[in-house]
DNA sequence: GGCCTGTATCGACGTTCATTGATGCAACCT
DNA sequence: AGGTTGCATCAATGAACGTCGATACAGGCC
């Protein structure tokens, strides 16, 4: 219930330097924008934001989910698989119920890759 | 040459504390996912990308970003409307040529928009 | 075992999106 | 003025996406 993830925003091999470092080659820019387009949805960020709103660590079921949103349960099911896909969350059964998780540091090195024009520096 | 776009992540008003800070209601999350949608296509990411490369106030022709890609011109332009409607970029017309460049900050502020746990603050 | 509840998957449908060729408009050149 | 080049807009087409009902699967309970 947890493979299949990217590892675009990648731990350490941080994919790339940043967008402002440098022009993304079709490869980085292919696997950077199933990130976002994850996120450009306006049901998914709204998912996104429920989850990571719990904090580090912090957990959200599905059950507390789909009662939010205006929408049937298989679409909830797909936006939550997406978001999955897309290397942003992560999430367990546990019993009845299945929680899902922001994966830790996921947020920071996206925002890093957006913000960081950081290029110089302790590169060697 | 330059209307029409979205000031989601607005410059003082900066739309909504974070991703984490609280869950979006269904307007900001509306507003938000159309910049990450905007970010969502690897052409359009490329493009900010060998757009952002030149650094505050840096600009790029459209004649240099045209022939980096292996699309029509028409689709070169229409991938640049929608980062221009997106709030990301803004242009001008210079002779016979059309520049663009990144709008100051945006991408600073959509990185503090996924970091931000930092909600205890100057606020007021 | 059988039933019920919570969640994921499947198949279908309508809408949105990326792409293109054709065309229009603006600015330069002679 | 007429021709040429750079870029935007238009209209059409095929692919991708969001959504749903039906169904399947997993776990708890009786």
New binding site residues.
Partial sequence: ?SKQELEVIGQDTACCAGLSAAPLNEDQAAELAKVF?AL?????LRMMSMIASRGEGGEV??????PA??????????????LRQAGLID?E????????WVLPGVLDRLAAFLTAPQTAGATA
């Avoid at 450009?40 to 998914?44: A, F, L, T």
């Fill in positions: 219930m387009k450009g949805d306006p049901v998914r079921c599905v059950c507390e989910l789909t949103f205006k929408l049937s349960q298989p679409t909830i099911s797909h936006h939550l698989k997406l999430c059964r546990r019993g009845t119920w299945v929680y899902y």
